[in-house]
């Protein structure tokens, strides 16, 4: 026999964690950087999102100045630089890397500050779409009475055509929100508000159905069995299990909103017509695109890009924020 | 105008001298694509302007306008004027002659009776004629001889020139069309799709919305004429296919109408096979000068509407100097290329009402700041825009969506910014923008902004109608539903007075002259409207084809009798 005696109790004792502790966000990283296209998806929106914020102190452009005078003659429809490589005789400029357009505005400059554009009105009318459809999803399948009332008016909303319901807004609310927040502002306001309040329904729809199959499982019976709060149970319990279906929402509501205000544009109920976003960019240059496919090709790709981007960002963030799936 | 008339017959002569020597059907055959297919050739049943131009290479009327606007008699000996007694002097009546020998292409001889059926034809009340308003006042159509024929109006007409004149309104056999008058007009299916005519084409096939083939009217007045034998005319597809097919692949000598971007057009014809020609109508792009105030913050009643004069465009030299500050000759470069052409004119043709001024003709930047400095509008807050007593130069710039409408409008808020004056741009869709709804605040009617650019036209080639839509009280506003074509609210008693005036003289020359002055009134003397550019219509015909006079005041198949080969 040995005197050396086994202390049960310290051996009992953890002395220190086997590992080091891990937080949930921690988790969600670790699932989400597995996702290849989510971390390219993610790279490209945060890389386009930079590039547009900061890019107009980097090229300092003005995208509206045509050249002065008679130099327009001169100074439009510049190729873009790399048509140098396969056709010499192209008229290229340093000055304007990505040339210009057929009355001389540089078309770098007019890619900056449509992709300002198109981006906030895409990420402002996707967050206010998604708040609306969030919303009325929750409450409607939480609460039975405001069940049926809300589903109707999301119906109702549903089977309203957007383009003649735009046309009446422009008519009505145009002249206020110019004369208080100024042309561009005011219509900012104003795409952003009308795309934002028809575009919630399916996300509540799709919330509504989530909400209504959680609320009847034993851990929603338990939180209300001590005694919580329908609020709590609402932020706590429900809306971390629907968050992934949000984010689906959302990032189609960006999608859908960045090609609904090129739309817009084009039918002339958007910003000025001097004031460039991708979707106008585009639009604009579909007459001209045997001889200058760069100017489809350009905003073209940099709508499919950041759609696509969002797309596999979301489809990532969905894997990694959803505990059954994740760590699989 | 004797003297006139008899240079400009020398000329002609000199002109088709060559061509008299050739032969009829030496050249073999022609091929016209119409990228709109007839259905029809009776245009009194079709206001279809490819069924009125097909029609015509069959079909024709007693004068018709030739290129430049002038009346030419075509089937009659003379045009009648007051000037030879054609017209009478109360202007209520106006006598033809019909040319001495003409035949039909079956044999038969053409008479006055043909013209007076031809008028009973259209006029006939149970029938729905597509030309009725060349007819308009006509009280009756009598015919004292075999070669005369006398239209009597309800009221004095000082443009007489509607019935059996233009490519609207050819005579029609009465022998072929006698059982098809009426309700039965529709009915006469080989009449109406083989008309028995006098013009240098007969029908051999016609297909309808397809192809028509037509050979040489062996009875055709000219014995020399027509050069080509065989006729084809194709019609369908679009524009764009219709210009590659005569420029680029020379398949057919002549497409019509050619809508296209100039840049597109050059391409086309840079394949070496044709040309494009561009033929110019009274169709203006124009800047507007709103007279009144469209401030949001008047009541509607009063908003745009005479009772509140602007506050800055009433100023002259403000209208002025934003005029002198746009460079025409770069607007027509970068829009229109060969199909527009710098004007300072409201009515730019036909060329004897055209005053041909050219006073806006090149930019004046520094002219247009100093005219603003002198008429007291300084930028004395230094924000880069001019003011004066508080008012700023900051003008809402409206037009429709329309991609070259968007350039101008960049280019020109440009140079407005140059002269310090501040410009919002705003595009509205044409259908609304054109659409006339008194309920909606865009239309070009309401004129809720400071300026506004469109083009506009009239028909025929009398200036008269359009220029009267300037009276004062023809403003749209909110008693007249927002109706009415005076949209600038120009008001001026000394225009209203030569309206009058151009309504009671008969005499072209001076209708010329009272029109010329008309249009200076509204456009050099007050800078009501600015003028920016003629725009015109755009054909293209192969190079190998002769003797193409692009006319937009009539059919422009007009003079295919002269059309040759050329090597």
């Given at each position: 026999m040995t005197d050396q005696a086994i202390d049960p109790y310290a051996a009992l004792q953890d002395k220190e964690p086997p590992k080091a502790p891990r937080s949930q966000w921690k988790d969600v990283w670790d699932q989400f950087k597995h996702h290849k296209g989510a971390l390219f998806g993610g790279g490209f929106l945060?890389?386009?999102?930079?590039?547009?914020?900061?890019?107009?102190?980097?090229?300092?452009?003005?995208?509206?100045?045509?050249?002065?005078?008679?130099?327009?003659?001169?100074?439009?429809?510049?190729?873009?630089?790399?048509?140098?490589?396969?056709?010499?005789?192209?008229?290229?400029?340093?000055?304007?890397?990505?040339?210009?357009?057929?009355?001389?505005?540089?078309?770098?400059?007019?890619?900056?500050?449509?992709?300002?554009?198109?981006?906030?009105?895409?990420?402002?009318?996707?967050?206010?779409?998604?708040?609306?459809?969030?919303?009325?999803?929750?409450?409607?399948?939480?609460?039975?009475?405001?069940?049926?009332?809300?589903?109707?008016?999301?119906?109702?909303?549903?089977?309203?055509?957007?383009?003649?319901?735009?046309?009446?807004?422009?008519?009505?609310?145009?002249?206020?929100?110019?004369?208080?927040?100024?042309?561009?502002?005011?219509?900012?306001?104003?795409?952003?508000?009308?795309?934002?309040?028809?575009?919630?329904?399916?996300?509540?729809?799709?919330?509504?159905?989530?909400?209504?199959?959680?609320?009847?499982?034993?851990?929603?019976?338990?939180?209300?069995?001590?005694?919580?709060?329908?609020?709590?149970?609402?932020?706590?319990?429900?809306?971390?299990?629907?968050?992934?279906?949000?984010?689906?929402?959302?990032?189609?509501?960006?999608?859908?909103?960045?090609?609904?205000?090129?739309?817009?544009?084009?039918?002339?109920?958007?910003?000025?017509?001097?004031?460039?976003?991708?979707?106008?960019?585009?639009?604009?240059?579909?007459?001209?695109?045997?001889?200058?496919?760069?100017?489809?090709?350009?905003p073209g790709l940099l709508i499919s890009l950041t759609v696509l981007g969002v797309n596999y960002l979301g489809d990532g963030l969905r894997d990694a924020l959803d505990p059954r799936i994740r760590g699989r | 105008m004797t003297f006139k008339t008899l240079l400009m017959g020398a000329v002609a002569t000199a002109a088709l001298a060559p061509a008299a020597f050739a032969e009829r059907g030496s050249d073999g055959e022609v091929s016209i694509i119409y990228w709109q297919a007839p259905s029809i050739l009776n245009p009194y049943l079709s206001g279809g302007t490819k069924d009125i131009e097909s029609s015509s290479l069959v079909i024709e009327p007693l004068a018709r306008y030739n290129e430049v606007g002038e009346l030419?008699?075509?089937?009659?000996?003379?045009?009648?004027?007051?000037?030879?007694?054609?017209?009478?002097?109360?202007?209520?009546?106006?006598?033809?002659?019909?040319?001495?020998?003409?035949?039909?292409?079956?044999?038969?001889?053409?008479?006055?009776?043909?013209?007076?059926?031809?008028?009973?034809?259209?006029?006939?009340?149970?029938?729905?004629?597509?030309?009725?308003?060349?007819?308009?006042?006509?009280?009756?159509?009598?015919?004292?001889?075999?070669?005369?024929?006398?239209?009597?109006?309800?009221?004095?007409?000082?443009?007489?020139?509607?019935?059996?004149?233009?490519?609207?309104?050819?005579?029609?056999?009465?022998?072929?069309?006698?059982?098809?008058?009426?309700?039965?007009?529709?009915?006469?299916?080989?009449?109406?799709?083989?008309?028995?005519?006098?013009?240098?084409?007969?029908?051999?096939?016609?297909?309808?919305?397809?192809?028509?083939?037509?050979?040489?009217?062996?009875?055709?007045?000219?014995?020399?004429?027509?050069?080509?034998?065989?006729?084809?005319?194709?019609?369908?597809?679009?524009?764009?296919?219709?210009?590659?097919s005569?420029?680029?692949?020379?398949?057919?000598?002549?497409?019509?109408?050619?809508?296209?971007?100039?840049?597109?057009?050059?391409?086309?014809?840079?394949?070496?096979?044709?040309?494009?020609?561009?033929?110019?109508?009274?169709?203006?792009?124009?800047?507007?000068?709103?007279?009144?105030?469209?401030?949001?913050?008047?009541?509607?009643?009063?908003?745009?509407?005479?009772?509140?004069?602007?506050?800055?465009?009433?100023?002259?030299?403000?209208?002025?100097?934003?005029?002198?500050?746009?460079?025409?000759?770069?607007?027509?470069?970068?829009?229109?290329?060969t199909a527009g052409k710098v004007t300072c004119d409201l009515v730019p043709a036909p060329a004897m009402f055209a005053s041909g001024d050219q006073h806006c003709a090149t930019q004046d930047i520094d002219g247009a700041k100093a005219l603003l400095d002198e008429a007291g509008w300084t930028d004395s807050d230094g924000d880069g825009i001019r003011d004066k007593d508080g008012v700023k130069l900051s003008i809402l710039y409206q037009t429709s969506t329309n991609a070259v409408r968007q350039d101008f409008q960049a280019l020109i808020k440009q140079w407005w910014s140059e002269i310090g004056v501040e410009t919002e741009l705003r595009n509205l869709d044409a259908s609304v923008f054109f659409g006339g709804d008194p309920g909606s605040p865009d239309t070009f009617q309401k004129f809720y902004a400071d300026v506004e650019m469109y083009a506009n036209t009239f028909d025929g080639t009398d200036p008269q109608q359009y220029l009267a839509a300037y009276r004062c009280g023809n403003e749209p506003k909110p008693s007249s539903q927002w109706q009415g074509e005076n949209i600038n609210r120009f008001c001026d008693p000394a225009y209203d007075a030569l309206i009058d005036e151009l309504g009671r003289t008969g005499d072209i020359e001076k209708r010329a002259e009272i029109a010329i002055k008309m249009n200076n009134m509204l456009t050099k003397d007050t800078f009501t409207i600015v003028p920016l550019v003629h725009r015109g219509r755009v054909s293209a015909h192969s190079n190998t084809l002769g003797g193409v006079k692009l006319n937009v005041w009539d059919s422009e198949l007009w003079n295919v009798a002269d059309w040759h080969r050329v090597n």
């Open positions: 945060v890389f386009i999102t930079l590039a547009v914020l900061i890019g107009p102190w980097l090229w300092q452009v003005d995208p509206q100045a045509t050249p002065k005078g008679r130099e327009i003659l001169t100074m439009r429809d510049i190729r873009p630089i790399y048509v140098a490589l396969w056709d010499n005789t192209a008229k290229v400029d340093w000055a304007h890397p990505l040339g210009t357009d057929q009355i001389g505005r540089d078309f770098l400059a007019n890619l900056i500050a449509g992709g300002r554009a198109s981006m906030a009105v895409g990420w402002a009318a996707m967050v206010l779409a998604l708040l609306i459809g969030t919303a009325v999803g929750v409450v409607s399948g939480y609460f039975k009475k405001a069940d049926f009332w809300l589903m109707r008016f999301t119906d109702l909303v549903l089977s309203l055509p957007i383009l003649p319901l735009l046309l009446v807004a422009v008519t009505l609310f145009r002249q206020p929100l110019r004369a208080n927040f100024g042309p561009e502002g005011g219509m900012f306001i104003l795409i952003v508000g009308v795309i934002g309040l028809t575009s919630w329904m399916q996300t509540a729809r799709i919330v509504r159905g989530d909400i209504l199959a959680l609320k009847e499982r034993e851990f929603i019976l338990a939180a209300r069995s001590i005694g919580t709060t329908s609020g709590s149970i609402i932020m706590r319990h429900l809306l971390p299990n629907v968050i992934s279906p949000i984010m689906v929402s959302a990032t189609l509501g960006l999608a859908t909103a960045i090609i609904t205000e090129s739309a817009l544009s084009f039918l002339g109920v958007g910003f000025p017509s001097d004031f460039p976003t991708w979707g106008k960019l585009l639009a604009d240059a579909v007459q001209r695109m045997e001889q200058y496919p760069e100017r489809v090709i350009l | 030419t008699a075509w089937l009659a000996a003379e045009v009648p004027t007051v000037g030879n007694g054609g017209v009478s002097d109360d202007l209520t009546q106006i006598t033809w002659k019909l040319k001495e020998g003409l035949l039909w292409s079956d044999g038969t001889p053409v008479t006055s009776a043909d013209v007076k059926f031809t008028a009973d034809y259209c006029m006939n009340p149970e029938g729905g004629c597509a030309q009725l308003a060349k007819f308009d006042g006509v009280e009756n159509v009598e015919t004292p001889d075999a070669q005369t024929i006398v239209v009597t109006f309800n009221q004095p007409k000082p443009n007489p020139y509607g019935p059996f004149v233009g490519g609207q309104s050819p005579i029609i056999q009465a022998a072929q069309f006698a059982d098809c008058t009426g309700a039965k007009a529709p009915e006469c299916t080989d009449a109406n799709f083989g008309p028995i005519g006098t013009g240098p084409f007969v029908v051999d096939d016609f297909r309808p919305n397809d192809v028509i083939q037509m050979s040489a009217n062996p009875n055709f007045r000219d014995p020399a004429k027509p050069a080509f034998a065989k006729l084809t005319f194709k019609g369908g597809g679009d524009a764009a296919a219709a210009g590659r005569v420029l680029e692949t020379g398949e057919f000598d002549y497409a019509w109408n050619l809508q296209l971007a100039p840049d597109v057009i050059a391409r086309m014809e840079s394949a070496g096979k044709g040309k494009a020609v561009a033929g110019f109508g009274p169709l203006v792009e124009r800047l507007e000068m709103n007279l009144t105030n469209p401030s949001p913050d008047l009541p509607p009643e009063t908003r745009a509407t005479v009772a509140e004069p602007h506050p800055f465009l009433s100023d002259i030299n403000v209208r002025k100097a934003l005029s002198m500050a746009i460079d025409r000759p770069l607007l027509v470069e970068v829009g229109y290329g």
